[in-house]
């Protein structure tokens, strides 16, 4: 199954081109190539290396990132329903975009900020929940996330409720979007979730093993408590580096992860690489429809949740059978 | 002494779980632990394995502390099969591997060296050819036996087996038990957390009986698997037979308290052996006559030792036994006429059941009597008039069915 991976690097080539010669302006594929010949003018220059480059580097960190968080969170609660927000992340990046929104300092970088912290600081408040003498149970874990993402739904909406004028922003944020790309954006990211990811990739074994239950695990010489605390640090670091730079990008956490089960199988030595990389290929993809269908740009959130949520029934109607 | 349990106290919570636990076990040993449920028989697999910390005592492995070691260390040493049954869509041949994970380097690349002790593994326990077969889609003892080869590639010392042979059909029981002892002798120790006592002494050479956090007893299975033992234990009335070298144990048929109430019944030639045997069981007594001696119902009433009226082998039925067998039917609470064969030698057995009381007289009427009627039209007339008077059933079920009605209310 490793013979996947390198068609799917070549994907990934193809479509950043491609991604880079699309988009609402006239800015095409030979104005590309003159780019890198260094006879462009500075406007086509700054379209395709200031604006939809650092766009396109962002969608494909962010669509590996939530990919490989959702699955490595699927393995950890042995749950095909777990998804990246399981622990309220993404719900504490929204009230922390709301609050600087409303304090009126919502800077582009400012939120992402804001976002990042918030998101980190709810993973950090779960987790202590989640703790008990006798380890992290995943359950308890599991309730402890959903007890804090209703929770801070809640603060969200009463932000929005209080915001007035500023409403529409917070919403707008919320839902999604790679339009504020820029170049600070991918350098403060990078590293987070490149980390992340290498981290999660060179623990597949490990995930295999816990997929067969802890006790299993254990069996075979993991120090598993230890090993799900590393787990949901480098997922909780994934979704929140995400959530801070795009706003709330649903389904892809979910879908990418099972679409590869389907394919590959469920040996996460072969399954987390080709997920990397299928999400990565996914998201700028998705934003270059998001970007190109309509005059006006459309939260690309909103684009993977309708295409996301037939394909995920999709999967659960054939897995049935 | 590979390994040694000494004084091991656990506690979960409040409770103590684990109260004096002590023993040894070498290579060639296969050990199981027999108790009731919640007695603290996979505590102490868990204890051994590092998973629980004793709060009193010390696990020796190879003379060593086990609190000095790694879980990846003691994965090396001792294999332990945990009893939650694993679910997951990996590959077969994936799952073994796991069992090497212990000996990956930080990368976790198995090396063609752990391919092959995978692939050796699971042809030990006869599951070549399945390690690209998804575990989920295995069977209850194929599952068991990929786990049973996971664990032999973990190529340990000690085995720690908790309830393997749980949920599986017998076939599969003993395949499991029959690998583990195989190992057993190959420089190996095993211990096993089992339900099934026969199953453990067929296949183990000693056994720890625990009750509440202690082993109680210890021992080769014959000298320890007896009805006090097992009542200590598990609170079981059981009986334990001896059959070869081999000893087992089986449940005590429960007695019920209808001992005060006698069923007598008229047969011969084997027609009341069934309701004779059955009757006992359910706890009642039983009578029987006139009925010759060494006849087949004669030796139903010998073996389950009840009042029988007899007369030599095959002589007629005599006055003196013939009244006998009036008084024993005025006396029982019920007569049962079986489905028996009338000749000149045994027709005053259908004189005697045409003297019982038409409400306790109950009869067996499955083979047609002119089939059966070997005394002509006397006997037939005589039947006739019981028919008359008797409860009639088509066979021994309908019959001992009615007795439990008849008696009970």
Known sequence: ?321 | MILEVKNVKVRLGSSEILKDVTFKIDKHEMVALLGPNGSGKSTILKTIFGVLKPVGGIVYLDGENIEEFSFKQIARKIGYLPQENPETNLKVIDVVLLGRTPYLGEFKHPTKDDLEIALNALKSVGMEGFEDRKFSELSGGEKQKVMIARIFAQQSEVLLLDEPTAHLDISSQIEVMELVNKKVSDEVAAIVTMHDINLATSFCNRILMVKDGRIVYAGEPNDIITQSTIKEVFDADVDVKRFGSKIYVVPKAKVQNNKNKRIHIICGGGSGAELIYKLKEIGYQVSAGVLNVLDSDWHAMMETGGITIDEAPFSPISKESFEKNLELIEKSDLVILANLSVGVGNILNLKAALKAEGGKLLVVDKTPFDERNFAGIEAEKLYKSIIAKARVFKNEGEVLNAVEVLLKG
């Open chain 1, 1 to 321: 199954m490793y013979k996947l991976i390198p068609p799917l690097i070549l994907l990934n080539a193809l479509i950043f081109i491609l991604c880079l010669s699309l988009g609402p302006s006239s800015v095409g594929f030979y104005d590309v190539i003159e780019v890198i010949n260094g006879k462009a003018d500075t406007n086509t220059e700054s379209i395709i290396l200031a604006y939809r480059m650092p766009r396109i580097i962002i969608s494909m960190l962010v669509g590996s990132a939530l990919a490989t968080a959702g699955c490595a969170m699927q393995a950890l609660f042995r749950n095909p329903l777990a998804d990246p927000y399981v622990l309220g992340v993404s719900s504490g990046a929204s009230v922390g975009a709301a609050i600087v929104i409303l304090i009126g300092i919502a800077t582009t970088l400012n939120t992402m900020l804001a976002a990042f912290v918030f998101s980190l600081l709810t993973a950090f408040i779960v987790y202590k929940l989640g703790e008990t003498k006798i380890g992290l149970p995943v359950y308890t874990l599991l309730l402890a996330g959903v007890a804090m993402a209703s929770f801070l739904s809640g603060v969200t909406s009463l932000l929005i409720y209080l915001a007035g004028k500023e409403m529409h922003q917070i919403v707008f944020w919320i839902m999604g979007g790679f339009w504020t790309a820029q170049w600070e954006k991918v350098w403060f990211v990078f590293v987070p979730i490149v980390g992340s990811i290498v981290y999660v990739l060179l623990n597949s074994w490990n995930l295999n093993a816990i997929l067969m239950g802890e006790e299993h695990a254990l069996s075979v010489g993991i120090d598993v408590e230890s090993f799900k605390k590393k787990i949901i640090a480098a997922s909780s670091l994934l979704t929140s580096s995400s959530v801070a730079v795009s706003g709330i990008i649903g389904f892809v956490g979910i879908v990418i992860p099972h679409a590869m089960r389907l394919i590959v199988g469920e040996n996460h030595r072969t399954l987390i690489p080709t997920t990397i990389l299928f999400g990565a290929a996914f998201m700028p993809l998705v934003d270059l429809i998001a970007r190109t269908a309509t005059e006006s740009e459309i939260p690309v959130g909103i684009i993977t949740a309708l295409l996301g949520a037939p394909f995920f029934i999709y999967l659960l109607r054939r897995a049935k059978v």
